[in-house]
């Protein structure tokens, strides 16, 4: 189950900053700096935003599998087929609901206390995201506090998932953590060659070892 740790010391940091934000604002405002002062505007809007974590990797990986067992429950739909075609947020409801924002994106709600806080936003897979998509995951990314790399056992480290990561190497220094799922399907001695594998190829592209 995901868990949020809030601190009052944290809390206060926080509406510190926010409160910053927003005399920064009032002052670009005063000397007539719009392009400064709309970009504080933005910042302060996503400091009110619950925390992004963005889940990434190639289509068939288990990303939706994996949120579910994060979650604790069978929010979002899986199989052996591509299941998310679309990009989607899933973010806190009093009901469970899914609605389409536009071709790219659907927003579904449920009832998880934790949602309140996080908005997980599950990707399109690697291979499969077009450019539209990937402008949107772009855009997410740079507001991500977190992201989940899924790869899949059955083929870790494929030619779309190193794309993608050199994507978030050129652009975002992100927090990672590197998900080998499938690993009830492989023998120990698999995942004793599979392990070293990601970690040779992720260090090629990072300069360090991952969190797997």
């Known amino acids: 189950m995901l868990e949020i740790a809030k601190t009052e010391a944290k809390q206060d940091n926080f509406s510190r900053v ?3 934000l927003d005399d920064s604002k009032g002052f670009f405002y005063r000397i007539a700096d719009v392009a ?20 990434a990797g190639e289509y068939n990986a288990g990303k939706s599998s994996f949120i579910n067992a994060l979650c604790g429950a069978d929010i979002l739909p899986f199989g052996p087929t591509p299941s998310t075609h679309k990009i989607t947020l899933l973010t806190y409801g009093e009901n469970i609901s899914s609605d389409e924002v536009d071709d790219h994106q659907c927003r ?4 998880l206390e934790t949602l309140k806080d996080i908005t997980i936003v599950d990707t ?3 291979n499969s995201i077009i450019t539209e998509h990937q402008a949107i995951t772009e855009g997410f990314i740079h507001r ?40 009830d399907m492989k023998t120990e001695e ?5 392990l070293p594998f990601i970690e040779k190829n992720f260090y090629r592209i990072f300069g360090f070892e991952p969190k797997i």
Do not use: C, H
């Open 18 to 20: 926010v409160r910053l």
């Open 108 to 111: 579904m709600t449920y009832p």
């Open 124 to 126: 399109p897979g690697t």
């Open 190 to 194: 698999d995942i004793n060659e599979i």
């Open 36 to 55: 400064v002062e709309k970009k504080v505007s933005e910042m302060e809007a996503q400091m009110q935003e619950p925390l992004y974590i963005i889940v």
């Open 144 to 183: 991500a506090e977190l992201v989940l790399f899924v790869t899949s056992a059955d083929g870790p480290f494929t030619e779309s998932e190193r794309v993608f990561l050199q994507l978030l190497k050129g652009k975002w220094g992100r927090k990672m953590i590197v998900i080998l799922n499938k690993i």
